[in-house]
């Protein structure tokens, strides 16, 4: 524990080096050893499935109280316009399938009542953020119970208080707990169903290298906030419903991905099966459309229902974005051939698939050889199921990292990737992905190998 007179904040030129939003404010890294550091930090992270990090934070990223609750306001405001959005393509459940070109695999897991599965399916979400010339932009929304941040969150949250606390308990920033913005959600949506409140948390241990921890973290905070928490298996999962009345689960955390399980070899029936016999699991198979790429590209270009208000916040917040098929569209006043006006302007643009996830599907221009570009846009304009996007060049912001093996901290500028996480329309914290050595182009920690950290008030 860091003593009452340690300096923890430093004001400076230095602490943000890209963009005025970052603030001119940084943490300091507390006064142990960079080896404590990452022993601390992999610790809580064990057993998860997160894999090793090169390059590890020192210290927590660090935004003033303005920016931090900004990406929160904005990530709700544009969640609601996202969901809008993905709900007007169709009236049903068959048309959305079919107007966003659903692989088959999508075609599962939903529930009879369309109403619930429109009324859940947004529970969970996760944007991701860069900082742009003009602030932040926003990327694209992953929707789903599955997303990665809360228990990463959670783990790098748990060092931080830890090395900074006072002897009063006083910490030198603020920041939102995940699991218990996602109790306080379960407690409302139980209390909503008038269903016990008992969750079932759905996953597999095959998910995460064999090991159970990442479940087992999450269902004993639930049991510690008073609510009965189980974790699931798919194989296990008819005793959720399969029971006496009293110790049936009405609802639970779908906490897997059909894709991840397909390359697994994990059959979805007995998720289906639940669903049919009463088991809630959020989000809804629905989220799969609000999550889309394709519903991104659909609100950037504007819709009939949107306010004025509604637009300049899109405007101003999302990065030009269009669905890509043979067909013309706008740019402001100008009016474009989209397909030509993609292949001409690679050097600006990024090609994404509607459905990927860590950073799969996705081309940069800038780093695409051309010919291999103007292959790939055609390809994806006869589908009509990718999205072209403008490039963002991230701005940096400083931070002080721990290399494996070091003797000593070290500061670089890193251009994060912000993932604010919203539970039931709550804020729950803030991911946040960058890579410590300078390198760019597609941020993940699964698929690029990047580091990551958690992002503090002060």
Request: glycine share 8%; hydrophobic share 40%.
């Amino acid at each position: 524990m860091m003593k009452p007179e340690s300096a923890l904040v430093e004001a400076g030129p230095q602490a943000a080096s890209g963009h005025p939003w970052f603030g001119d404010r940084r943490i300091a890294p507390p006064p142990v050893p960079p080896a404590t550091i990452r022993r601390m930090l992999d610790h809580e992270i064990r057993d998860t499935g997160w894999p090793y990090q090169r390059l590890l934070p020192a210290a927590p990223i660090a935004l003033p109280r303005t920016a931090y609750a900004e990406l929160f306001r904005v990530t709700a405001a544009l969640l609601d316009l996202v969901r809008r959005t993905a709900l007007e393509t169709a009236p049903t459940t068959e048309g959305r399938l079919a107007a966003y070109g659903m692989p088959e695999s999508e075609h599962q897991l939903f529930v009879a009542d369309q109403f619930t599965e429109e009324r859940y399916a947004d529970c969970v979400t996760r944007p991701d953020i860069v900082i742009g010339p003009n602030g932040p932009q926003f990327l694209e929304f992953n929707v789903s119970g599955a997303l990665g941040g809360p228990v990463e969150v959670r783990s790098r949250l748990a060092v931080w208080r830890e090395l900074y606390a006072d002897e009063q308990g006083r910490l030198p920033f603020s920041s939102h707990h995940p699991f218990a913005v996602r109790a306080r959600m379960f407690h409302d949506l139980c209390a909503e169903l008038n269903v016990a409140p008992r969750v079932a948390v759905l996953g597999s241990a095959r998910d995460q290298g064999g090991a159970t921890r990442y479940f087992d973290l999450q269902t004993e905070y639930f049991a510690s906030q008073g609510l009965t928490a189980r974790f699931f298996e798919p194989e296990d999962l008819h005793e959720a419903w399969d029971c006496p009345p009293h110790l049936r689960y009405g609802v639970g955390l779908r906490d897997f991905t059909i894709p991840d399980w397909a390359q697994l070899g994990i059959d979805t029936a007995p998720v289906q099966d639940a669903l049919d016999h009463g088991c809630l699991l959020v989000g809804t198979q629905t989220s799969t459309f609000l999550s889309s790429k394709l519903t991104l590209g659909l609100l950037s270009e504007g819709r009939p229902w949107m306010s004025a208000a509604e637009q300049a916040l899109v405007d101003r917040y999302l990065p030009w974005t269009r669905v890509l098929s043979h067909r013309f569209t706008h740019r402001g006043d100008r009016k474009l051939d989209l397909v030509p006006y993609a292949v001409e302007n690679r050097e600006t643009l990024v090609l994404k698939a509607s459905i990927g996830m860590s950073g799969k599907q996705v081309a940069i221009g800038r780093e695409t050889d051309p010919a291999e570009w103007e292959e790939a846009v055609v390809s994806a304009a006869r589908t009509g199921t990718s999205i072209v996007q403008d490039f963002v060049s991230p701005r940096t912001c400083r931070l002080s990292l721990a290399a494996d093996g070091a003797d000593a901290t070290h500061e670089a500028d890193i251009a994060p990737v912000f993932g604010p996480l919203l539970f039931g329309g709550r804020p729950a914290g803030i991911l946040a992905r960058f890579f410590g050595d300078g390198t760019a182009g597609v941020v993940t920690v699964l698929g690029t190998h990047s580091s990551d950290n958690c992002v503090v008030a002060v």
